[in-house]
């Protein structure tokens, strides 16, 4: 069995035994067996962390529901060769070739060397990090709800934005909480260092402790940082000005706010496309600029590394380089004084062919089985899906089961990756020895 087939059946086994164990009585609130196909939905929208839910997780499920959906939302956070590789080493076991080579190839790294190192240092973060959005959100839970729903609420939130996921215990999402700073920022923190990276996160620390004992030796910072975080900046603070240009006179989403609050839902809204799903405003209200540009943000998604969907940000800059070479007559992409590789530019193209096939025929096949529906509500719903975002105009419940199913195979292509997806389908790729004769071709 081929490595991409490895992960991506992994993957499959997690969801159906997520599956499983919400269909028992005993994750449901009302205690009776659960519909197989929201039991199938829930479960592989959380193993993808993507978020969309055909019901309300906070009254249909029970405790044990809610701990399986946050469970699931972890596991597919942070991945499952790192869930199995930490696994393995807790019960003090030795890695073959075959299991660094599956490693190498689920966290997108050059080589198999320290692949056990960075294991142990993305727990460690992801325990840092949402351990930290905890105590953040105790001080607005719990004075509301007492200290042990209070508790959960905030573990249950924590949990979901730093794997990206979206999925809320509230049934408005978080629109009770938009004029709230504490909420706003600690869940967009935790939504920005999720998607961002862990390699950047390590860099960001490298650089810090040398700042705080003061080093005379600066640190270099890698491609994967520089163009990570410049290209996240500058889609927030675009983001951001977009929204708030655009919805400001929407009376149903930002027109009846304060100027404050308006910038707060606007930073909010411009965070939670990349990917994760929470919403303190109405999307089914906001006008049909505010809904594509929010497409556009969904479909570039997040950083490689990290726990979001999407396009990702570095296979947008690779493509706008090419871009600017082309218009500046330069036979080489270059980021950052680095020259980008034949082969990486080759696989930012294979992303956004394989991303926009995967969209386009989702977004067909749901027309299709429900015909009645907006375009642009399809076209947001199957982006969201499989962008891993989580968000939604208000028909993921109302669509038909075909529709569902639909949306369940684009968030695992999604979250698996559909240059992975295609190389577990079509086995892995074969260099090939034989170079044919160039020729010119009429292109643009």
């Known amino acids: 069995m081929t490595v991409a087939r490895t992960i991506c059946l992994g993957f499959l086994a997690v969801i159906l035994l997520g599956t499983m164990m919400l269909m028992m009585p005993f994750s449901t609130s009302d205690g009776s067996w659960n519909n197989p196909i929201v039991a199938l939905f829930t479960s592989t929208s959380a193993v993808c962390v993507t978020g969309l839910s055909v019901v309300d997780p906070g009254t249909y499920f029970s405790f ?38 599956a490693i190498q190839q689920a966290l997108d790294r050059p080589g198999m060397s320290g692949s056990t190192q960075i294991i142990r240092s993305i727990i460690a973060t992801t325990m840092i ?3 930290t959005g905890v105590l953040l959100l105790l001080p607005v839970f719990v004075p509301e709800y007492g200290w042990n729903q209070g508790l959960w609420l905030a573990i249950f939130h924590s949990v979901n934005a730093w794997n990206n996921a979206g999925f809320s215990l509230f049934k408005d999402n978080l629109i009770g909480y938009q004029n709230s700073g504490l909420v706003v920022f600690t869940i967009t923190g935790l939504i920005i260092f999720g998607g961002i990276g862990y390699q950047v996160i390590l860099d960001l620390y490298l650089w810090l402790r040398d700042r705080i004992v003061r080093k005379t030796s ?47 839902s606007a930073w909010f809204q411009s965070v939670t496309p990349r990917t994760a799903g929470f919403n303190t405003i109405d999307i089914g209200k906001m006008t049909d600029a505010g809904l ?6 969904m479909f570039i998604g997040a950083s490689p590394g990290g726990t979001g969907g999407g396009m990702k940000t570095t296979t947008l800059r690779v493509l706008t380089s090419c871009t600017q070479a082309i218009l500046q ?11 980008i590789a034949v082969s990486l530019i080759l696989k930012a193209v294979g992303v956004l062919v394989g991303s926009i096939t995967t969209v386009i025929m989702a977004t067909i096949l749901i027309s299709l089985t429900d015909p009645k529906l907006e375009f642009i509500q399809i076209l947001f719903e199957v982006v969201s899906a499989f962008a891993t975002v989580g968000l939604s105009t208000g028909i993921t419940g109302t669509v038909s089961t075909g529709a569902k199913l639909i949306l369940i195979v684009t968030m ?15 086995g892995d790729p074969r260099p090939t020895r034989v170079h044919y004769p160039e020729e010119n071709l009429l292109v643009g």
């Open 64 to 101: 044990w529901g809610q701990f399986f959906i946050a469970l699931l939302a972890q596991i597919g956070g942070l991945g499952y060769m790192t869930t199995t590789t930490f696994l393995i080493l807790l019960i003090g076991r030795r890695f073959d070739l075959r299991q660094k080579v």
């Open 129 to 131: 990090f949402e351990i």
């Open 218 to 264: 600066a640190i270099v910072f890698s491609l994967d940082f520089k163009v990570a975080t410049s290209t996240t900046l500058i889609l927030l603070v675009l983001g951001t000005v977009a929204f708030l240009c655009i919805e400001i006179r929407n009376p149903q989403t930002f027109g009846d706010l304060s100027f404050t609050n308006q910038l707060l």
């Open 292 to 297: 594509f540009i929010t497409i556009a943000l």
């Open 329 to 339: 007559g330069k036979e080489e992409v270059l980021l950052y004084e680095r020259k």
């Open 412 to 426: 695992y292509i999604g979250r698996v990756g559909v240059l992975l997806f295609m190389s577990a389908m079509l």
